[in-house]
């Protein structure tokens, strides 16, 4: 997991504390008191964007559409045969479409203020 830092609080891509201060005084805002945001963040996996039990739902949505009717017991599927096609389709998505170069927040948002201290470790009279 990485600190991740926002001045919106909305926006998490500041990577450390020095460049929120260095984008704090670009836009005219840093002094005593400013706010900040921080949070946890972590890199997506290929976990995060498929489910095996969606995937099975989807199917029987489209046999309804297409046919009128699903049976409730329609692709039951044993859990050996579920894991197999989840670790099939994860190692496609890591291959094929990594998802690693974005982050998914893991915290809540926290409220942070410069402090006097900050302005005097970057050697700034604000």
Request: proline share 2%; hydrophobic share 35%.
């Amino acid at each position: 997991m990485e600190t991740c830092y926002s001045i919106n609080g909305t926006d998490f891509d500041l990577c450390d504390k020095a460049e929120v201060l260095s984008v704090l005084e670009d836009e005219g805002l840093l002094k005593i008191g400013a706010t900040y945001h921080e949070m946890e963040f972590r890199r997506i996996q290929a976990k995060d964007l498929f489910s095996v039990e969606d995937f099975i739902e989807s199917i029987g949505e489209r046999l309804f559409d297409t046919a009128d009717y699903c049976p409730d017991d329609y692709l039951s599927v044993t859990p050996k045969a579920s894991a197999e096609l989840e670790n099939f389709v994860w190692a496609w998505i890591e291959r094929n479409a990594n998802p690693s170069n974005y982050w998914i927040g893991v915290s809540e948002t926290r409220e942070k203020h410069v402090t006097t201290e900050d302005l005097l470790a970057r050697g700034s009279d604000e």
